[in-house]
């Protein structure tokens, strides 16, 4: 079993509409969960952190948390075309340690016009 | 400067040769990260250095992969007798350390190795 599992996509969404991207882990320990988005031919960049159940908002990013369910998901609200991109799923997974992120192999989004 | 920096930015070598990769990270930053993603694959954890502590080697591939950081600063990674196989983007990231570190990294632009 994957440890960071996530739908390679694509997942195509209509400009301004919301997107949903979702990721699930294997290891109940994990405390750190991270969303990148890497443009293609690009190095990720970190949009979002979260570390605890619930949701948490920025500007038009929502990153939610359920550790019961062991899944965290990123909401992209008003998309827009220069949302296209890969979205990393990155969560800290024991045994390997609490600062070494393990990556999903990403989803990838367009959003068209 | 600003943000972290690799080199080459592109590296083309014979089967066999030995690369070395650089990596330069962000100031003030103690800990340093080496991934390594193939086309359309996600990131492979290679290699993480904390501060003055022993490196976590557990992501290494194999024998012919090494690391080392100098001074606490700057990274090099090297891969001996190379293999079709290693051909990917290096990346380089790092973070702000075992106290305040939150598993938040900040990428460099990466090294792309081609081995033909």
């Known amino acids: 079993q994957k440890e960071v599992e996530q739908n390679s996509g694509p997942l195509s969404v209509p400009e301004g509409a919301i997107a949903s991207l979702n990721c699930t882990y294997s290891?109940?320990?994990?405390?750190?969960f991270f969303w990148y988005r890497q443009y293609s031919g690009k190095s990720p960049e970190l949009i979002m952190s979260?570390?605890?159940?619930g949701d948490k908002e920025d500007g038009r990013f929502t990153a939610q948390l359920n550790k019961a369910s062991q899944y965290v998901s990123l909401l992209i609200r008003d998309s827009q075309p220069s949302d296209s991109a890969t979205y990393l799923c990155a969560v800290n997974i024991s045994p390997r340690g609490s600062y070494i992120p393990t990556f999903g192999r990403g989803t990838s989004l367009i959003v068209h016009p | 400067g600003a943000g972290v920096s690799q080199s080459p930015s592109n590296k083309v070598t014979e089967k066999g040769k030995d690369v070395e990769l650089r990596c330069d990270p962000i100031s003030g930053h103690t800990a340093l990260y080496w991934y390594r993603q193939s086309l359309g694959q996600g990131l492979e954890f290679l290699i993480y250095?904390?501060?003055?502590?022993?490196?976590?080697k557990s992501g290494l591939p194999s024998d012919r992969f090494s690391a080392e950081r100098t001074g606490g600063s700057v990274s090099t990674l090297t891969i001996q007798r190379t293999q079709q196989e290693d051909s990917a983007v290096y990346l380089c990231?790092?973070?702000?350390?075992?106290?305040?570190?939150?598993?938040?990294?900040?990428f460099g632009e990466g090294s792309r190795l081609t081995v033909l």
């Open positions: 250095f904390q501060g003055n502590s022993a490196p976590d």
């Open positions: 990231a790092s973070s702000l350390g075992a106290i305040t570190n939150t598993g938040e990294l900040f």
């Open positions: 290891d109940r320990g994990s405390q750190s």
């Open positions: 979260i570390y605890s159940n």
